[in-house]
């Protein structure tokens, strides 16, 4: 890279996507080797999580071995035992079915050494049968909400299927007590307020708490309670967040990595309510998306098929994916980089294109 676009700030924006996320991490790997390094990052949902993990890391090397160690460890494993084995969006049509399931899946799946098997079985019951309530009530909530979309945040005031206890472990076991303040690039990460109906940025503080917020799914996830407010997955609002990033990093350029799928255009009409609640989500996500890429001076969307929300033993692939679409682009990458700092106008240190 010339020393001309050295000197100008590099601000990565990274989109939620679920398990999609680790595309992040494999274009960041690609970014890296091109010698092109964030001068900021700024993360909702999977982005926020695997932004977290390259701002305090910050080489590829470093990230990959962090969360290869972790998903070896027993917290890992004994969560993707209780909760991977469910397919919450295309859960049977009945409990014992979806038990039945859920038992030949353990019975068959790799065991934790000293696990408590029938704790597990237990818990699994337990999401069934959350799963079914889920079912019902949403069915009651679901006309108000096609009313118009902030009724859409009625239908949130739920419990999760996964329990609080069970995913703060995760993220604890992810991050232990590092803080934002431990990041060598700078970082922020998006969650929704759902009282106000306004983005949550955290700055500082605890990172296991923001990646919790950040990813908190509704219905799939718990919500985060802080300082009175309930916070969720921040991609409800902005899941591709360049105008926070902008609005906190205004010098320099701007890189967006979208990893996130549009809505489906062959919805089937007889899809359960799931399937009908994400695909209306979808639709208010990548509505304002499409503003949120004017903001973003490059922008890349490696995503060519759908990939499941916990298709985490995807990783390997998906990292290789996610470096290879941006390799194959890096002549085009560097020369537009180039072209705009060039063409740059430098105002009180903004860079306008």
């Known amino acids: 890279m010339k020393s001309r676009v050295k000197n100008v700030p590099i601000h990565f924006v990274l989109s939620g996507g679920a398990a999609k996320g680790f595309y992040h991490i494999g274009m960041l790997k690609a970014f890296e080797q091109l010698d092109i390094k964030p001068a900021s990052i700024t993360g909702t949902s999977a982005g926020a999580l695997f932004g977290s993990l390259w701002a305090l890391y910050g080489t ?36 014992g079915d979806n038990l039945n399931r859920l038992d030949k899946n ?3 799946s ?11 079985l237990s818990k699994r019951e337990k999401i069934s049968r959350k799963f079914d309530k889920f079912k019902n009530s949403l069915s009651l909530k679901l006309g108000n909400t096609l009313k118009g979309t902030k009724a859409i945040f009625n239908l949130f005031e739920e419990d999760a299927l996964v329990e ?23 970082f922020v990460a998006i969650s929704t307020n759902l009282k106000s109906k306004s983005v949550f940025i955290f ?6 708490t923001a990646i919790q917020a950040s990813t908190a799914v509704p219905f799939v996830l718990p919500a985060v309670k802080k300082d009175g407010m309930i916070l969720y997955d921040g991609g409800i609002i902005s899941n591709l967040p360049s105008n926070e990033s902008k609005e906190l990093f205004p010098s320099g350029l701007r890189v967006g990595l979208e990893v996130s799928s549009p809505a489906d255009d062959n919805f089937d009409e007889n899809a359960n309510l799931f399937k009908i609640f994400q695909q209306i ?9 499409t503003v ?9 969307n490696p995503t060519k098929e759908e990939i499941p929300m916990f298709a985490f033993h995807l990783k390997d692939s998906l990292i290789q994916q996610g470096y290879q679409y941006i ?19 430098p105002r009180l240190g903004i860079f306008r294109f």
């Open 60 to 95: 590829y090397d470093h990230v990959k071995e962090k969360i290869d160690s972790f998903m070896e460890s027993d917290i890992y494993k004994e969560f993707s035992e209780q909760y991977f084995t469910l397919d919450i969006l295309n859960g049977p049509a009945d409990t």
């Open 106 to 108: 353990f019975s068959s």
């Open 110 to 120: 790799h065991r934790l050494k000293n696990s408590n098997s029938a704790n597990i």
């Open 164 to 186: 609080f206890e069970d995913i703060t472990n995760v993220f604890k076991g992810i991050y232990g007590n590092a803080t934002f303040s431990d990041c060598r690039i700078p």
């Open 203 to 208: 700055q500082e503080g605890d990172i296991a």
């Open 281 to 289: 989500i979808n639709t208010a996500i990548y509505a304002k998306q």
């Open 292 to 300: 949120d890429r004017k903001n973003c001076d490059l922008f890349f």
């Open 327 to 345: 390799i194959e682009q890096k002549e085009s990458i560097t020369s537009r980089l180039e072209s705009l700092v060039k063409n740059a106008t």
